[in-house]
């Protein structure tokens, strides 16, 4: 049986610890639980809390775990990911054919035909054309008294002229 006390990872001789003042003990032990808290804060992550992943830094989280990571081989004849599904060619307003005339790398021009190129669609919502209302709204003339009595605007129809959209 050992006569050490360990805190922290530090092995203190039990005798050292009885001769320590009291307030010394109680400031150790309130600075070891502090201590303890900080480096469970400190250790924790999107894994094991409820942080969201954003708040792990680069080089933490899932991939920092030694695992090597995995690198995406893409062939030549595998096609783009697509992010949405594509409208058929049928139902597009334009289809233009993109053909590059000089090679990137050398310069060199380029001729032939690629029967399966990459596609990339551009939607667009069609230009939005508002609905305007006019009310003619007429004043008439009293024949008693000559003043002059405009009508109302109807049930729906905003004094500000702005629509309900």
């Not at 600075?31 to 080089?59: A, I, V």
């Not at 003619?136 to 500000?160: F, K, N």
């Amino acid at each position: 049986m050992s006569d050490d006390i360990e805190m922290a990872d530090i092995k203190v001789a039990k005798a050292d610890w009885d001769s320590t003042p009291a307030s010394i003990q109680a400031l150790v032990l309130v600075l070891n639980e502090r201590l303890t808290q900080l480096e469970e804060k400190l250790n924790q992550n999107s894994q094991n809390s409820s942080q969201p992943p954003s708040s792990d830094g680069f080089g933490k989280g899932e991939k920092s775990k030694g695992q090597p990571q995995q690198q995406r081989q893409v062939s030549e004849t595998q096609a783009p990911r697509q992010v949405r599904k594509l409208t058929p060619i049928e139902a597009c307003a334009v289809v233009e054919a993109g053909l590059p005339a000089i090679c990137c790398q050398c310069g060199t021009a380029l001729s032939g035909y690629d029967p399966p190129p990459h596609r990339h669609q551009v939607m667009a919502l069609p230009p939005s054309v508002p609905t305007v209302n006019e009310y003619r709204l007429h004043p008439l003339s009293c024949q008693q008294c000559d003043q002059l009595t405009q009508a109302p605007l109807p049930l729906g129809g905003s004094p500000s002229g702005d629509g309900e959209r």
